[in-house]
Every structure is written in C-alpha cells, then in structure tokens.
C-alpha cells in the first residue's frame, strides 16, 4: 500500500468517526441526562434508544428547509457550512495513533504531519466563529444578530486565555508540531523521579494550564455553562433561530464534531496523546501493531471520557450571566494563565529544561 492510499483511508475513516461520535454524543447526552435527572430517556428506537441518532438525523432531512424572505441567502447557507467544515478539517493534524505497519512499510496515524500543527488548529478554531457570525447575521433576526454577537465577543475572549495557556504547553516541549509535543509524554522520569513508561505526561506539570485550557475549550465551543450564544430563555436559540432541517443540523453536529475534537486536542495537549502505561514495552514484545492498536483505543477513550466530562458539567451547572462571563475571561482566566506562563518560563531557566 502507498502513503497516498493510507491517507485517504485515513481521512474517510477519521470523517466517519467524527460524525457517527457526533451523532452518539446527542445520544449520550440525553442519557446523561435523564441519569443525573432520574429518568429513562431515549428508549424507544431500537435497544437502549441506540437507534434515536438515526431517527434525529432522518427526521432533519425530512422536515421543511425554509428561508426567511428578508435573508441573505448565499450567506444564510454558508454559516452552517463553514462550521461543519471548520470542525472537521481540524480532526487533519491531530496524532490519532501511534502507528501501523502494513505490508512492511509503517505509517503514521496522522493525516497532515505539519511542523505548525498548534497554530493551525487555533487558526481554524478562529475561523469558526465566522460561521456563527455569518449565520446570525444573515438571518435578518434580532435575536440570531444578538446570539452571533455574543458568540464571536465570547470566544475572542477565552481564546486569549487559550492561547496563553498553549504557550506554556510549547514552551516546555520546543515545538508546535502535535507529534513532537505527544512524543515528549512518551518517555522520562516524571517530576525526574519516577519513572513510568508512557505516563510523562504534561498534566502532572501544568495543572494550572489545564484548569485555564479547560474552561476556555467549554467557552469556545458554547457548552454550559458559556451557552449565551444560544440560551433559550433569552434568545429563543440565538443565532440558529431561523435554521430548520439540515442546515439547523449542520450548526448541531458542528458544535458536537467541535467538542469532539477539542477533547482530543486537549488529550494530546495534557494527556500523554496515545501515550499509555507500558506502551514502549508493548511495542518491543507484542509489535508495532498492537501497540498502534492499543494506542488508538487509549486515545480515544481518553477523548470520550473528556466528553462525558463536557455532558456532566452542562447537567451540572447553571448559565452565566454575560458580565460574569466576561469577567471570569479577562479578570480571573488571563492573569491567572500569565503568571503560570512567568512560573514555566523561570523553571525552565532554573533547571536548564
């Protein structure tokens, strides 16, 4: 098999992931749900309501897809188009896996090995805004215009947090490629003391960077408690208030895609990537492929555990108000990302790395 063939299997396997997690997360969710709340939930379509993300989707390409007439309709189509696209594209540089060899020849599990993998995923994020934007804007609504405006306000402001919370992560492994950064939890000592195969990881070196990246990633994806952009009691749903049938739909699954990948982002980024315990072990006595198997599983059990994590906090907690929204970004998320990065930057000095 050539490396052009391994790609393209690759890219068509990671967009099915990526949907059929994003369809299951609305199952998962509604499960979550109805536990926290003492009921059933879904339980009708098929065993356990398996089935329910199938009649969801079904039932949005089925439904009426109107326009308002005072829209802009080029641009009306296009938000919820440039969001999916965005969420999706993202899913290209992160390090699925460790790698496999078929045929002799061993692969990486990444898509696109780029040396600014960090910035690419923080750019495309950036852009994702404008398919919010775009979309409340162009539905000629208030209540869209106000849900968009609040959208891009609030995730120009935890990005700042973010970033500065990113810069930490960088500085300890010296690069911006995702592979490099997932490496460097591969091996050591950790603190220098114990050492654990596969478990250097950078949580226990940058909790408070974690704690900052965290409430930032619920911030940028509009999960509770941040969901002004679309909180129903204020706003009807914000700036998806005139969508219907798929494209209603492609707005949904973006923000689930979105969360998807921002919990694997944050798996490479604090969680060893596919790093787990023993895995140079696993590579030298069971082979290459196991460990690349093993390694897969480990990745993207972490990466659903962040989801049930993102599911329990929105069943949890109450929505913000806006000014305590924008005073937890600017007045707590920012100084408290900037004194960490001072601490990284003077026990890197100390310590000669």
Known sequence: MDLL?????????????????????????????????????????????????????????????????????????????????ISLITGAVIPWGKSLNIAGTSFDLQVANIDVGVLFIIGMASIGVYGIMIGGWASNNKYSLLGAIRASSQMISYELAMGLALLSIIMM????????????????????????????????????????????????????????????????????????????????????????????????????????????????HWGENTAGILSIVAFLTKTVIGILIFMWIRWTLPRFRYDQLMHLGWKTLIPMALVNLLVTGAVILAFAN
Not at 204 to 221: D, M, S
């Open 5 to 85: 063939t391994f790609k393209l299997i690759l890219v068509l396997a990671l967009f099915l992931l990526s949907l059929t997690i994003a369809a299951y997360s609305t199952w998962a969710e509604r499960k979550v749900a109805s536990i926290m709340q003492d009921r059933i939930g879904p339980n009708r379509a098929g065993p356990f309501g398996l089935l329910q993300p199938l009649a969801d989707g079904g039932k949005f390409f089925f439904k009426e897809d109107f326009t308002p007439a005072n829209a802009e309709k080029f641009l009306f189509v296009l938000g919820p188009a440039l969001v999916m696209f």
């Open 173 to 284: 492994s010296g690069s911006l490629d995702l592979k490099v950064i997932t490496e460097s939890q591969t091996s050591g000592k950790l603190w220098g003391l114990i050492h654990i195969d596969g478990m250097n990881w950078n949580i226990f070196y940058q909790p408070i960077a974690f704690l900052v990246f965290f409430v930032a990633a619920l911030a940028e994806t509009n999960r509770h408690p941040f969901d002004l952009p679309e909180c129903e009691s204020e706003l009807v749903t914000g700036y998806s208030t005139e969508y219907s049938s798929m494209k209603l739909g492609l707005y949904m699954f973006g923000e689930y895609v979105n969360m998807f990948i921002s919990n694997a982002f944050m798996v490479v980024l604090f969680f060893g990537g596919y790093n787990y315990p023993g895995i140079e072990w696993v590579t030298q």
